[in-house]
T-cell receptor, first 113, second 114 residues
Framework: KAGVTQTPRYLIKTRGQQVTLSCSPI?????VSWYQQTPGQGLQFLFE???????NKGNFPGRFSGRQFSNSRSEMNVSTLELGDSALYLC????????????FGPGTRLLVL | GESVGLHLPTLSVQEGDNSIINCAYS??????FIWYKQESGKGPQFIID?????DKRQGQRVTVLLNKTVKHLSLQIAATQPGDSAVYFC?????????????FGKGTLLTVNP
């Protein structure tokens, strides 16, 4: 069974731009969570989607948004990029009946210049 | 507030030795704990988990110990191998909470010397 896939793997943007990251969960997984990882703050929860609905949200500004499609694939968007948004963005998926056990993708490395 | 912290940011061991990575948590409502391993350039990889109704769980070469009295979690790796070199994160969650999410510690860098 294929793991969680994320595209693109690397991205360079400039301040003020917006970016969209994509995540395809493990087949059969319907819950998708997004995390931001930085050296200073570590892994921080962004949001979780299930059945195309945002089920939970972390403490990030409204510039960070996401959505989930009917096939469970998810995208996250960051608008008006700031230098501090440079990070590794990780997507994790889990089974409906095992929400706690999350399996991570390789991440998208975003650099904002 | 919720927080998960690690006692040691780095750990260096010799190949073949046993490794112990520690983690402290502060949310007494947390009832589920996970250890992840993250190698350079990769996402976190699930290692082992434990629920609060247990104090020990064993996997292949790994054991997780949970001490709820002092809110302490540890990961023991037996016969550590060079391939075990990575950053190890503990994470906690309240599985019964309406706003379920994993809260991660800062991570411990494990270096295995051949």
């Amino acid at each position: 069974k294929a793991g969680v896939t994320q595209t693109p793997r690397y991205l360079i943007k400039t301040r003020g731009q917006q970016v969209t990251l994509s995540c395809s969960p493990i087949s059969g997984h319907r819950s998708v969570s997004w995390y931001q990882q930085t050296p200073g703050q570590g892994l921080q929860f962004l949001f979780e989607y299930f059945s195309e609905t945002q089920r939970n949200k972390g403490n990030f500004p409204g510039r960070f948004s996401g959505r989930q499609f009917s096939n469970s694939r998810s995208e996250m968007n960051v608008s008006t990029l700031e230098l501090g948004d440079s990070a590794l963005y990780l997507c994790a998926s889990s089974l409906v009946g095992s929400r706690e056990t999350q399996y991570f993708g390789p991440g998208t490395r975003l650099l904002v210049l | 507030g919720e927080s998960v912290g690690l006692h040691l940011p780095t750990l260096s061991v010799q190949e073949g030795d046993n490794s112990i990575i520690n983690c402290a948590y502060s949310n007494s409502a947390s009832d589920y704990f996970i250890w992840y391993k993250q190698e350079s350039g990769k996402g976190p990889q699930f290692i082992i988990d434990i629920r609060s109704n247990m104090d020990k769980r064993q996997g292949q070469r790994v054991t997780v110990l949970l001490n709820k009295t002092v809110k302490h979690l540890s990961l023991q790796i037996a016969a550590t191998q060079p391939g075990d070199s990575a950053v190890y994160f503990c994470a906690e969650a309240n599985s019964g909470g309406s706003n379920y999410k994993l809260t991660f510690g800062k991570g411990t860098l494990l270096t295995v010397n051949p």
